[in-house]
């Protein structure tokens, strides 16, 4: 039978395994003792603390929904929770999406919201895009992007718009035609926000590692397992890890930016292309709150550490006043702190956490980077998968569906 040998045990890899089944002999190394990688919880009291942001599930491919409802966790063991996200402007909060909410900006000011109609309507945009920031001026309008679109993306991705190139949002944000606009200001018909992600899935078990445990049932999974070193043996055409397993096909969910250190005999230029890829980290806080009914508040402002709050509270049932705040970067728990003491919403600290990988930075060199290591890693039949794997801004149902189209690559 083929040996396959995937690293990583998070959703792409533990997908990846269940996809392949029982024609393969198939073994996942995963470096923690416990599944999951970035989308794994840690219980505290019966409270989900996402260690790196909140994950709610849906997705707009039925293949994806097929899958997950039908051979990992059953529809039944999921609730559906309504997405009823608020967005902090000036110090009022305003529904998410923004641009439909003009007429709720034009209760708390009127010349804002006058400005932000102005510029939507007036915004030209000739598709040639020069940076991110320029991708939101011209979708949305100078005032909707400056006011918002700017502040909160500048804060997500710790970086400069001006340098960061706009490939990776097309798909990622509704972006309204001026009907939908229209509408929504005079209310003839409402327009809604038309992302999947309107509607979301938690389990109703109240953890996301009851879905995370049900796709690593039945796996071989090597547990406290670091891959240090990759190699292949010319003759057989296998691939040595750490010296001691070999594999038929391997495939990969760790960060690309680490593969050309850890591959053997890497040509330079290769590993020059991964020195050059960027990322961010995530830093955590779960808080007790005051109560509130939303999933999601974003917080474009800039004297804020936080650009968002999860309320994950209301994710479970029965509901709960507990949020997690999410800083791009590092921070300490002290800063944290300091941060959420501006915010009467937040009344305890409870637990801390930085990550380590969380997004992959679309910058200038991102393009160039991940092509000229792709071609590589392509030449040598070595194949990466998922968020990290593949230097993408990808969802876990994103992972899914990769993982589906490499097993039609590979069988
Ligand atoms: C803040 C935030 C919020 C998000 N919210 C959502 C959401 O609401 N809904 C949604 O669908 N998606 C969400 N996502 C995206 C989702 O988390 C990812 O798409 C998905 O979890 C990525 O899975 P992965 O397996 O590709 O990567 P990972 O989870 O990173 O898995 C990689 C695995 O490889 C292991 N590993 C790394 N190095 C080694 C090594 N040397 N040896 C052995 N093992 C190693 C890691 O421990 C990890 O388990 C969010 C992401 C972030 C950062």
């Not at 990776?168 to 939908?180: A, G, H, I, S, T």
């Not at 709150?289 to 968002?308: A, G, M, Q, S, V």
Request: hydrophobic share 35%; aromatic share 12%; net charge negative.
């Amino acid at each position: 039978m083929i040996k396959v040998g995937i690293l990583g045990a998070g959703i792409s890899g533990l997908s990846m395994a269940r996809l392949l089944g029982e024609g393969f002999e198939t073994e996942v190394l995963e470096k923690n003792a416990l599944p999951g990688g970035i989308a794994r919880t840690k219980d505290i009291g019966g409270i989900p603390y996402h260690l790196v942001g909140g994950h709610c599930f849906n997705s707009k491919y039925p293949e994806v929904m097929d899958f997950v409802f039908n051979k990992i966790l059953p529809a039944c063991e999921w609730k559906k929770v309504e997405r009823k996200s608020a967005i902090r402007l000036h110090g009022y909060e305003v529904n998410y999406p923004i641009e439909f909410s003009i007429k709720q900006i034009y209760g708390y000011d009127k010349e804002l919201a006058l400005k932000m109609v102005a510029d939507f309507l007036n915004s030209q945009d000739d598709t040639d895009y020069a940076n991110l920031e320029d991708w939101f001026v011209k979708k949305f309008g100078k005032t909707l992007a400056e006011e918002y679109f700017i502040p909160y993306n500048t804060k997500i991705w710790n970086n400069d718009l001006t340098k960061m190139s706009h490939l990776w949002v097309e798909d990622k944000l509704p972006v309204p035609n001026r009907y939908d606009f229209f509408d929504n200001l005079t209310q003839i018909a409402a327009a809604r926000d038309k992302m999947p992600h309107t509607k979301f899935y938690y389990p109703a078990s109240n953890n996301q590692n009851t879905f995370i445990d049900a796709l690593a049932q039945g796996l071989n999974i090597r547990y406290n397992y670091s891959v240090t070193e990759i190699d292949s043996d010319k003759k057989t055409g296998q691939w040595i890890v750490n010296n001691e397993l070999t594999y038929d096909i391997l495939i990969s969910t760790l960060p690309l930016k680490e593969i050309p250190i850890l591959l053997k005999n890497t040509p330079d230029s290769v590993k020059t292309a991964g020195e050059k890829l960027k990322y961010n980290k995530i830093s955590n806080v779960l808080w007790k709150n005051r109560p509130c009914d939303k999933t999601w508040t974003y917080i474009p402002e800039k004297d804020r550490l936080f650009h968002r709050y999860i309320h994950i509270g209301n994710y479970i049932n029965p509901q709960q006043d507990y949020s997690i705040s999410e800083a791009v970067g590092v921070h300490t728990f002290e800063d944290m702190m300091r941060s959420g003491a501006k915010d009467p919403f937040l009344t305890e600290a409870i637990d801390h956490h930085i990550s380590d990988y969380a997004y992959v930075v679309f910058d200038e060199n991102y393009q160039e980077s991940t092509r000229i290591i792709k071609e590589y890693l392509n030449d040598i039949r070595f194949h990466t998968l998922g968020r990290f794997g593949e230097w993408q801004y990808y969802n876990m149902d994103v992972c899914i569906k990769r993982a589906m189209e490499l097993k039609n690559v590979i069988v």
